[in-house]
């Protein structure tokens, strides 16, 4: 997979806006400052859940596992090794030498108060199903903790490199601030971790500065060669592409169309396109659900994913670093395979199928989408020219839901972003696993999935999905389309390396020579 392209575009017409501000970050002072519309309002992602956020913590905390962000394995970080002791405990062996921001040393303590903390429903962690698949972390001696889980989950290792699962100091969990009503005021809590930066300030819905640990233990995440780091909530886009534009900011991101090229033209700035974790399907009514539709017809869904150029609504709409997807899943999660049935672009097929279902003369369907306008349409280009008709009924998504869960609509464009997970069972299993709006509604793709989701043995688990996803394929229920394209504005000097989750790590930044 291609992890970025640089767009080098020039002879651009200049963006309207003239600002003659001097540079204030950058290499000069080995500082990065880095912008979005969205607000922080507390410094920790347990009880503010923005990407953002998010993404301080990976800077400031660490966790027992790493997953390289280049290869996707998992790497040693605040364990020096893990072993499945059977299909519900973990455990796992802690790196010595490791200190706090504090000066004080890590060890069991440390990750048993934390996570013990974190199931406690009295700490109100927003989305527990991050942690709840826990049970109860102990204690076995100084360096070694053992995991017991609710029931098998094999997914275990993907969620403790999260960002969720960083670990503090046992100490800020004692004796935490309280708000006059007598609640706990986490927003005071003390940010004591044992991450590659310190934060050295926090304001709510402002920003927030994180300076480079100057102790920080040679890991998987690598000694940072940036000295500070500055998170600024702007809400204006125009504001944050001029600030780029005069060195005000080294990085942003979710550039609109509009302004791409003309950005990437400016001096001093690269536009970069970095692969998107969410995916962009087609889910089509094959059990029939509502009255009449032709796709309850497997060869009038076979149609369907053969009447679609997928490759080139990913290039020449949705992005650089798009890409066609084949499986009912992101091509690095764990789980997912491209090694079955595929359906390639072949408009002749595609009528011919439509011929031999009856009809020859074509269909009318109706279509469900509620994102990008641009990417449904040209769907719906590629349906009429192989005779498939297609009306367009564009909602909101809760109105796009109530349709697919009461059964009335022949089929959708969805997305899923598998919430920066790569496992399977981030998408797969949420998503085919029979709830309303699962308009598949097999049996038999669900227990397989289930299978494939309570085993820990890999062998095992890849031939689950893989059964999952070869009939997911053959039934033409859900139809992949493509993975999405992000895109950023970056500082020229600046090295950086897009990441597919969302959650920029600029501990892994440099500036150029």
């Not at 100091?169 to 927003?187: C, H, N, Q, R």
């Not at 500065?209 to 233990?217: E, G, K, V």
Request: aromatic fraction near 10%; glycine fraction near 8%.
């Amino acid at each position: 997979m291609t992890f970025f392209h640089k767009v080098a575009l020039a002879g651009a017409t200049a963006l309207p806006l003239c600002l003659t501000s001097p540079a204030y970050a950058g290499p000069d002072d080995n500082s990065l400052i880095w912008s979005t519309d969205r607000e922080i309002s507390l410094p920790f992602v347990w009880w503010d859940t923005v990407t953002e956020m998010g993404a301080m913590m990976y800077h400031i905390y660490d966790t027992l596992v790493y997953r390289n962000p280049e290869t996707m394995a998992y790497e040693p970080l605040l364990a020096s090794s893990w072993e499945w002791i059977d299909d519900t405990t973990l455990e796992f062996k802690l790196r010595e030498g490791v200190t706090f921001h504090d000066g004080s040393d890590f060890n069991a303590d440390d990750v048993v108060k934390s996570y013990s903390m974190l199931l406690d429903p009295e700490t109100g962690v927003r989305n527990e199903s991050f942690v709840s698949w826990m049970n109860e972390v102990v204690k076995v001696d100084d360096y070694t903790v053992r995991m017991n889980l609710a029931a098998p989950f094999p997914a275990a290792l993907e969620f403790l490199a999260g960002t969720r699962m960083a670990i503090p100091s046992a100490e800020v969990w004692d004796d935490l601030p309280v708000k006059p009503d007598g609640t706990t005021d986490f927003a005071q809590m003390p940010s004591i971790g044992t991450g590659p930066y310190k934060m050295e300030s926090f304001t709510p819905g402002e920003g927030m500065t994180l300076t480079r640990n100057a102790d920080y233990f040679d890991g998987p995440k690598g000694l940072p060669e940036i000295e500070t780091i500055e998170f600024r909530t702007i809400p204006d886009q125009e504001t944050r592409v001029a600030e780029l534009m005069v060195g005000g900011l080294d990085w942003i991101t979710d550039l609109p169309s509009d302004m791409i090229e003309q950005l990437g033209a400016m001096p001093g700035v690269d536009v970069m396109s970095g692969p998107d974790m969410r995916i962009a399907y087609l889910v089509l009514d094959r059990t029939g659900r509502s009255e009449g539709t032709p796709v309850a017809d497997v060869k009038v869904r076979k149609a369907i994913a053969h009447a679609i150029d997928r490759e080139a609504i990913a290039k020449q709409i949705v992005g650089p670093a798009a890409e066609v997807v084949n499986a009912a899943c992101y091509p690095t999660q764990v789980g997912c395979t491209d090694d079955i049935p595929h359906y390639d672009y072949d408009p002749e097929l595609a009528k011919q199928l439509l011929a031999e279902a009856g009809y020859g003369d074509g269909i009318s369907v109706e279509m469900g989408a509620y994102r990008e306008r641009p990417h449904a349409e040209a769907v719906m280009g590629y349906l009429a020219e192989a005779g498939i008709d297609t009306k367009l009924t564009y909602l909101q998504w809760s109105g796009l839901r109530e349709r697919l869960t009461k059964g009335d609509i022949d089929m959708a464009i969805r997305t899923w972003a598998s919430s920066g997970l790569n496992d399977i069972s981030a998408i797969a299993s949420v998503q085919l696993s029979g709830a309303p709006d699962d308009i598949c509604q097999s049996p038999e793709i669900q227990a397989a999935l289930a299978k494939g989701d309570t085993t820990v043995d890999p062998e095992a688990r890849a031939a689950a999905y893989k059964d999952a996803l070869t009939m997911v394929a053959d039934e033409v229920c859900w139809i992949p389309l493509f993975s999405y394209s992000k895109s950023y504005g970056v500082n020229e000097a600046l090295d950086f390396f897009p990441t597919a989750d969302g959650f920029p790590l600029f501990f892994l930044a440099s500036w150029k020579d």
